[in-house]
């Protein structure tokens, strides 16, 4: 058995309320999780800049959708290109050693590896543990004299964006606009493997890639709360909802309602053989119907390759590790997952 460790806060999220649709968190932020009123909450009205999770203003900067949707499909054509290349054979990748860390690693290399260094060193995981490290590191790149990308030859798409930054203002504007395009992918799908593996391996022969990724975003909603900042709107969706409060829709909790779901807590892949994702009450992995993420048609194949090269390894989280740990940051997943090789048949 695995046991696995919410922050004090999450686990006080699933303690005091799970299995209600609205409710207080703080003087001024009401939490909701009934599917109904969330629909209706996140249908009211189109996320704000400061509200959408990648493209908030950058150095002070605004970025229109018209931006972040043509860097998104950058982003998109560079994963595409990955996709073409050679499937690997999963015994020429070793992809044991601890996750979500190792498929980071691999994905960025498979996706960004002919970029210059100082773009794929904005890449690393280290860069998450404060926000002020990120942007040193790439002050300190753009301060570099030159053009930060190439146009044209062996460089991705994401970074021959950064070719006409010329001065150092642009240039770290370019790089962080590289940082919040490229980063999420890997690190989204990293974790969402990671979570997988550490909520059901070994995995059934049977058992399709898409059916175990459906269920670990379920447990593990990798976008664990939807913000919407105070809105004259809301109090007309429920009126427990006053004019000046924010508010803090919880996937975290309406994945694991019971009222929505049959053994709400239990790992069963299965049940996707008769669910859709994109009608299931409440289950928003990727957001509102009304305006999804935009990476998630990068998330789902590039998991599954990972699945696909995992599985064909005979690779299974370690049978020594029995618990691991969630923390609360905004990606939500297990950290330091030692996967490794299990028995011929296991999985």
């Not at 929505?260 to 859709?276: C, G, I, N, V, Y």
Request: glycine share 8%; net charge positive; hydrophobic share 40%.
């Amino acid at each position: 058995m695995r046991t696995t460790v919410f922050h004090p806060r999450l686990a006080a999220l699933f303690r005091e309320h799970l299995g209600q649709d609205v409710f207080r968190l703080e003087p001024d932020t009401v939490g909701v999780a009934g599917h109904e009123v969330a629909d209706r909450i996140l249908a009211a009205r189109r996320a704000t800049e400061t509200e959408r999770p990648t493209f908030k203003p950058l150095h002070g900067r605004s970025i229109s959708r018209n931006e972040a949707s043509s860097v998104m499909r950058t982003i998109g054509g560079d994963v595409r290109e990955a996709l073409k290349k050679p499937r690997p054979r999963p015994e020429d990748v070793d992809l044991s050693g601890v996750w979500p860390l190792t498929g980071h690693v691999f994905l960025r290399d498979l996706i960004l590896g002919q970029d210059p260094y100082r773009l794929r060193i904005l890449m690393s995981r280290n860069l998450e543990l404060t926000p002020k490290l990120t942007w040193a590191v790439i002050a300190a790149g753009a301060a570099l004299p030159g053009r930060v990308g190439r146009r044209g030859g062996q460089v991705t798409g994401i970074g021959s964006l950064t070719a006409g930054a010329t001065g150092y203002h642009e240039r770290r504007y370019a790089m962080g606009m590289y940082r919040r395009a490229a980063a999420p992918v890997c690190f989204t799908v990293s974790t969402l493997v990671a979570n997988a593996l550490w909520l059901g391996s070994p995995f059934d022969s049977g058992t399709p890639n898409r059916h175990i990724l459906y269920e670990a975003m379920r447990l593990l909603p990798p976008s664990w709360n939807i913000l919407r900042n105070a809105c004259a709107d809301y109090p007309a969706v429920d009126r427990r909802i006053g004019a000046g409060d924010d508010v803090l829709v919880l996937p975290l909790l309406s994945h694991r309602d019971p009222k929505s779901w049959e053994d709400p807590h239990a790992f069963r892949p299965e049940r996707w053989d008769t669910l859709d994702p994109d009608s299931a009450p409440g289950y928003l992995p990727f957001g509102h119907s009304s305006e999804r993420c935009w990476g998630r048609h990068m998330v789902m194949p590039l998991a599954e390759l990972l699945l696909d090269l995992i599985r064909g390894a005979g690779l299974a989280v370690s049978p020594d590790q029995s618990t691991a740990k969630v923390p609360l940051v905004g990606l939500l997943g297990v950290e330091d997952v030692h996967v490794t090789k299990v028995r011929a048949g296991a999985s």
